[in-house]
């Protein structure tokens, strides 16, 4: 029984010891815990192909952070290597079975407790994973494949609620399933926090924040957002080294992560790609990609910070609407 280091010992020691190839079963997942998988695939040289296969969607349905946040990564980040599907036949799967192979046979099988999600696979929780036996493990997964729909499929609404964040993490009974991002009202009882997109002068820094990548040799569209200290040293964001998926108030969805310095990570950035921020932030004000940007800019757009809006510690809402 595995019931520490769940994470290197269970998703990455089999790759080392040649496995290619993952099947999950989960009753939840999240797409920040797929993008930080893939993310640690990549730096140890390995190719794996994962085949994710989401239980409770059924009965739960599934937040649109991480709906659209597995979509980003089947379509765009990690398309060849990952796949992600949802069960929307009743009864709702709780299982969770981590099925490794080579060359299409198996070679290693765990299941128990921890979910496919970065939570239960930190010290943060306390889970147990067990190495089993193969038999009848795959047929399982293929039973469970056949009533799944991918994330991606044009008919996946319509056998698979999609809740917006507030209402998937604080719905209440009397609360109906709201498909879309809907505006989060500035009173809402959800935690969240202002991050100014100007220095401590009161200025845009002009090789940093959002104009990190102006300079030669860098991608002039390369961005982060700088934390104030007091943000930083809280616990609203995750340290370093964890993935984060952040939707926004016009639909966008990023995977970030807090990067620079100490553990604490004083910035937020999208580790993929350094300048989908900023690509994203020079549309939202109107500039071609490239560009400057300036505080006039930002006074002219009618904000110069944003909301950020947080669910749990992998699924995020950022507002950066203006009151016109």
């Not at 990549?42 to 991480?66: F, H, K, Q, T, Y």
């Not at 056998?159 to 009974?173: F, G, M, P, Q, S």
């Not at 800019?297 to 510690?313: C, I």
Request: negative net charge; glycine residues 6%.
């Amino acid at each position: 029984m595995i019931h520490d280091s769940l994470f290197s010992q269970v998703l990455i020691d089999p790759i080392i010891n040649g496995a290619s190839e993952l099947l999950v079963v989960s009753g939840y997942a999240t797409s920040a815990m797929a993008f930080h998988h893939l993310e640690k695939i990549n730096e140890i040289g390995a190719e794996v192909n994962i085949r994710l296969l989401v239980g409770m969607c059924s009965s739960d349905g599934i937040s649109i952070s991480n709906h659209r946040g597995f979509q980003k990564i089947m379509n765009e980040s990690y398309s060849d290597h990952f796949s992600c599907s949802y069960i929307y036949d009743p009864p709702p799967v709780h299982s969770k079975l981590y099925i490794w192979r080579r060359d299409e046979a198996i070679v290693e099988v765990f299941a128990g407790s921890a979910n496919y999600t970065q939570n239960a696979f930190s010290n943060r929780q306390r889970e147990i994973l067990a190495s089993i036996a193969h038999e009848n493990t795959l047929e399982y997964f293929n039973s469970l494949e056949q009533q799944s729909i991918f994330c991606n499929h044009a008919d996946t609404d319509g056998l698979v609620t999609i809740y917006n964040d507030k209402h998937y993490y604080r719905r209440h009974e009397h609360e109906d399933p709201a498909f879309g991002i809907e505006e989060i009202p500035s009173n809402t009882d959800v935690e969240n926090i202002r991050v100014s997109l100007l220095s401590r002068t009161g200025d845009v820094q002009r090789r940093g924040g959002l104009n990190w990548g102006q300079r030669e040799g860098r991608d002039p569209n390369q961005a982060y957002l700088q934390l104030s200290p007091d943000v930083y040293r809280s616990d609203f964001f995750p340290l370093r080294g964890t993935h984060f998926t952040v939707v926004t108030d016009d639909s966008k969805t990023f995977i970030c992560t807090r990067a620079q310095k100490d553990e604490e990570g004083h910035a937020i950035e999208t580790p993929h790609n350094n300048a989908l921020l900023g690509e994203y932030f020079r549309n939202r004000l109107g500039l071609p990609n490239g560009a400057f940007v300036s505080k006039e800019n930002l006074e002219k757009y009618g904000r110069t910070d944003v909301t950020f809006y947080k669910f749990d510690s992998e699924n995020y809402y950022m507002d950066f609407s203006t009151s016109e």
